[in-house]
């Protein structure tokens, strides 16, 4: 009895082939690698069209993430289309995988995180955040009647400055993001910010780098309401910090598919070390809010470990995704929690003034 190569019970292992297109054995095939040897297998007699094949792969693609698992090219394969499309595509495959001769793993891995790199759009939201606090600072220098140093002038009488007297004007615990102390301040959150945001931008994209951003600039004024409860507040120190955090974050959930990740890890310890070691030494006697760093840190490690992309999902990482948000919007929770409801029992902040005392 002769055996047709696209009978239903045709003694094909599919398994197989798909692990012999898994080049580096991690499960998944790029669905662009895929197209790719669908559409350059000159065995088929029917030449299959580009938006056919991008069409079936969408489809196949359930979790919608450029990656096709094993239960998707079973789909695939067995895709409900007329029979002589799905013996192409069934010929395509196995050519591919009889072709492919084994790959570098590494350099198959270190294309999944590197064409995620894109400068189109341009990164937007770290440049806005610098423009915005530039324009802050020159307006309010501009009408000071001190002269602008290193490290000054300071608007304490500013809408935006974080009051420790003004708690309720909830805004204030983001608006001091946008004023500094002096330029020498202003010109290093911004390059800081440009050097470690940047690239973070232009692979997770702006909305994202918002989020931590802002995250780390609302758990900075909230640690500092707690630790130092009568010192106003300038600066977006824990808006930049939190986005060097998230860069560790950035290497935990994408270490596989990340180029040179060891280098990367290595590097992002020494510089927060260094860091650590210049603020702990070299700012004695200096205002510096250790607590709105290290809260901007925190905050950036557990928001980066939800909010940024990851490229290949793991059930570890998805765990760890939940378990980073829930940790912080209960830290977040009980900071404001303490200072609606527990200032004074605490017998840590000056008294709340009243809102005839607020008018002036």
């Not at 304490?156 to 204030?172: K, N, T």
């Not at 977006?236 to 994408?254: Q, T």
């Not at 290595?266 to 510096?288: A, K, P, R, Y």
Request: glycine share 6%.
């Amino acid at each position: 009895m002769s055996q047709s190569a696209t009978a239903p019970a045709e003694p094909i292992n599919w398994h197989q082939i798909f692990l012999h297109i898994d080049a580096d054995g991690d499960g998944l095939i790029l669905k662009s690698e895929l197209r790719h040897y669908i559409l350059h297998r000159p065995i088929s007699e029917l030449p299959l069209s580009e938006a056919l094949v991008d069409n079936l792969l969408t489809r196949v693609d359930y979790d919608n993430d450029g990656y096709i698992n094993l239960q998707e090219f079973y789909a695939l394969v067995n895709v409900s289309q007329e029979p002589v499309v799905r013996n192409a595509i069934r010929r395509a495959l196995v050519s591919a995988a009889l072709s492919l001769t084994p790959r570098s793993q590494q350099a198959h891995v270190d294309r999944i995180y590197l064409q995620h790199y894109t400068c189109c759009p341009p990164p937007i939201a770290i440049p806005a955040f610098c423009i915005a606090q530039i324009g802050v600072f020159v307006y309010y220098a501009v009408g000071s009647e001190k002269s602008t140093t290193p490290y000054s002038p300071v608007p304490f009488d500013s809408p935006l400055i974080y009051d420790p007297m003004r708690r309720q004007e909830a805004w204030r615990f983001i608006s001091y993001m946008l004023l500094h102390a002096g330029y020498v301040h202003l010109v290093s959150n911004c390059l800081m910010a440009c050097i470690v945001g940047l690239p973070l931008e232009t692979v997770h994209k702006w909305w994202r780098l918002t989020l931590l951003y802002m995250a780390g600039v609302l758990a900075g004024s909230l640690a500092s309401s707690i630790t130092d409860p009568t010192t106003y507040l300038v600066g977006a120190s824990g808006g930049v910090y939190a986005l060097v955090a998230a860069h560790l974050a950035n290497v935990i959930l994408n270490w596989g598919e990340m180029p040179f990740n060891w280098i990367r890890l290595v590097s992002l310890i020494v510089l927060m070390g260094t860091d650590i070691g210049v603020f702990i030494w070299g700012t004695e006697g200096q205002n510096v809010s250790y607590s709105a760093h290290l809260a901007g840190a925190i905050s950036g490690f557990l928001v980066g470990l939800m909010v940024l992309r990851n490229l290949r999902r793991l059930k570890w990482e998805i765990i760890l995704k939940w378990i980073g948000f829930v940790i912080y919007i209960g830290l977040v929770i009980a900071a404001v929690v303490v200072n609606v409801f527990f200032y004074d029992e605490l017998g840590m902040y000056p008294p709340m003034p009243a809102e005839t005392e607020l008018t002036a």
